[in-house]
């Protein structure tokens, strides 16, 4: 079973850094190709970056030069580095691992870690 652990949001002022972790277990990380997403109040979930097995990321128009996804496949973990952070880079964020078979992120989320950046 995919399980998917978050940490490292927080409440930070604008211009300021975060590093996110994410932990997964139940899958073959070191071939699986992981995401991060983003939910803000009243929005739908945005993939913002994604990583496969190889290292190599991609991003969404809305974090490019600010934010930089990485992988220690020895722990398992996906890491997302923000910074220059804004007052609408405020949501939940979450982790997903994209399943080998469908291409498709699992259903499975975890309970996601806050980042709150004030003005």
């Known amino acids: 079973q995919v399980q998917l652990v978050e940490s490292g949001g927080g409440l930070v002022q604008a211009g300021g850094s975060l590093r996110l972790s994410c932990a997964a277990s139940?899958?073959?990380?070191?071939?699986?190709?992981m995401v991060w997403y983003r939910q803000a109040p009243g929005k739908q979930r945005e993939l913002i970056a994604g990583?496969?097995?190889?290292?190599?990321?991609n991003y969404a128009d809305s974090v490019k030069g600010r934010f930089t996804i990485s992988r220690d496949n020895a722990k398992n973990t996906v890491y997302l580095q923000m910074n220059s952070l804004k007052p609408e880079d405020t949501a939940v964020y979450y982790c997903?691992?994209?399943?080998?078979?469908?291409?498709?992120?699992?259903?499975?989320w975890g309970q996601g870690t806050q980042v709150t950046v004030s003005s």
């Open positions: 990583i496969n097995s190889g290292g190599s990321p």
């Open positions: 997903n691992a994209v399943d080998l078979r469908s291409g498709r992120p699992y259903n499975t």
């Open positions: 139940g899958i073959i990380f070191s071939i699986t190709r």
